[in-house]
C-alpha cells in the first residue's frame, strides 16, 4: 500500500498495511443464524442436553454432539458477563469513539457472544448490565446488522 | 427463478484480515530505497563469506557480521523460479495475468522478488533473462513500486547448475 514516506534520523518509514480480504461459507446452521439477523432478529439453537447456543454452533461444545434443529429466537435485550475497554478505536472497529468489547449472554440464551457495547465512557460498564442491540439502518445478513449494543433503560 | 416476495438464505459473509503496520526501513534498506529514487539498484557485501545481499538488511543472516560495504548491481537478472497469478483480488495493482517471480540479479548471491510482464506467460522459465522496467525518471520515488516489473531480455538462457548456488 502507498502512504505517506517519513524520515527520522535518516531512516525511512511508511504505513503498511496486509490485508487478506476473505469470504467465508458460514454452513447450514450460522446461515439461519445470519439470515435472521437481516430481520433484525437473533436466533440460537438447541443442544441435545438442552443448552441454546448463540450464537449457533453445528456441535455441543461440552460433547461435540450435533446439535438439534430446533432454532430458539433470543434476546434482543441480554446480560454483559465480562468487558473490556477500548480507548483507542481502529479504522475497521465497530465504533469509531471509545466503546467496550464485551460478552453479552442474550435473554433465553445460555452462552455469551461477543459485541460491541456504546456506554459513553467506562465507568458506565460493569459485569451484569442489561443492554439491548442497536440495529444497523440497512441490514444485509452479517454481524454487523447490530450496529453494537447500548445500555438498557 | 424463486419466489421475489422469499429473499435468499445468507450463505457467506465476508471476513477480512487487516494488519496495519508502520513499517520502519533500517539504514542499509533506507540507503537501498534511496538509490531505487535514483535508478539504481544498491546491494550489501557480507565481509566474512562475500555474498552481495539484496535488499540489504545491515546484515548477513549466515554469518551474523554488520554488511557496510555497498556494492551497486546491474538492473538485470536471471528468473529461479515462479508462479502464474491468474486469480483476481483486491489490492493487486498488476494487471492480470502475470508471473511472480523471483530473480537473482546480476552480481546479487540471493534472488530478489518481483513480477514478470509483457511477454506471454507460457514463456516464462527457470534460468530466463530479464531486465527491470522502471517508472519515467520523474516518478521515481523510494518504494518498490519504481521498477514496474521485469521484463525479457534476448540472453540465453542461465543454466540451472549457475543459480543453484543462490535458491
Known amino acids: 500500500m502507498k502512504g505517506p514516506i517519513t524520515e527520522v534520523d535518516g531512516v525511512l518509514a511508511a504505513p503498511h498495511v496486509l490485508e487478506y480480504p476473505y469470504r467465508r461459507s458460514v454452513g447450514p446452521v450460522l446461515s439461519r443464524f445470519f439470515t435472521a439477523l437481516r430481520e433484525r432478529r437473533i436466533l440460537g439453537v438447541r443442544t441435545a442436553a438442552g443448552r441454546v447456543l448463540v450464537p449457533p454452533a453445528e456441535a455441543d461444545p461440552d460433547s461435540g454432539t450435533a446439535v438439534t434443529d430446533d432454532f430458539v429466537e433470543v434476546g434482543p435485550g441480554g446480560v454483559v458477563t465480562t468487558w473490556s475497554w477500548v ?40 459485569t451484569g448490565m442489561r443492554v439491548r442491540p442497536r440495529w444497523r439502518a440497512e441490514t444485509v445478513g452479517e454481524i454487523g446488522d447490530i450496529a453494537c449494543f447500548e445500555p438498557e433503560g | 427463478m424463486g419466489d421475489a416476495s422469499e429473499p435468499k438464505p445468507v450463505k457467506t459473509i465476508k471476513t477480512p484480515m487487516r494488519l496495519e503496520y508502520q513499517y520502519t526501513a533500517g539504514e542499509a534498506t533506507s540507503r537501498y530505497l534511496r538509490g531505487i529514487a535514483q535508478g539504481r539498484i544498491l546491494g550489501q557485501r557480507c ?43 483486491e489490492n493487486i495493482s498488476v494487471p492480470l495475468p502475470f508471473a511472480s517471480v523471483h530473480i537473482l540479479l546480476d552480481g546479487a548471491d540471493i534472488p530478489f522478488f518481483s513480477v514478470v510482464q509483457g511477454c506471454p506467460l507460457e514463456r516464462v522459465r527457470i534460468g530466463m533473462r530479464v531486465r527491470a522496467e522502471w517508472v519515467p525518471r520523474e516518478e521515481l520515488a523510494p518504494t518498490a513500486t519504481s521498477i514496474r516489473w521485469f521484463v525479457p531480455i534476448d540472453e540465453p538462457d542461465v543454466p540451472f547448475e549457475k543459480l543453484e548456488a543462490a535458491l
Open chain 1, 87 to 126: 480507548t483507542r478505536p481502529r479504522e475497521k472497529q465497530p465504533l469509531p469513539h471509545p466503546f467496550g468489547w464485551a460478552l453479552i449472554r442474550l435473554d433465553g440464551a445460555d452462552t455469551a457472544m461477543l459485541h460491541a457495547v456504546d456506554a459513553g465512557d467506562a465507568s458506565r460498564m460493569r
Open chain 2, 47 to 89: 565481509p566474512s563469506c562475500k555474498k552481495v545481499y539484496v535488499p540489504p538488511r545491515g546484515s548477513c543472516p549466515r554469518c551474523a557480521v554488520a554488511t557496510t560495504e555497498e556494492v551497486q548491481l546491474s538492473d538485470k537478472g536471471t528468473v529461479t523460479t515462479f508462479a502464474i497469478v491468474r486469480v483476481p483480488s
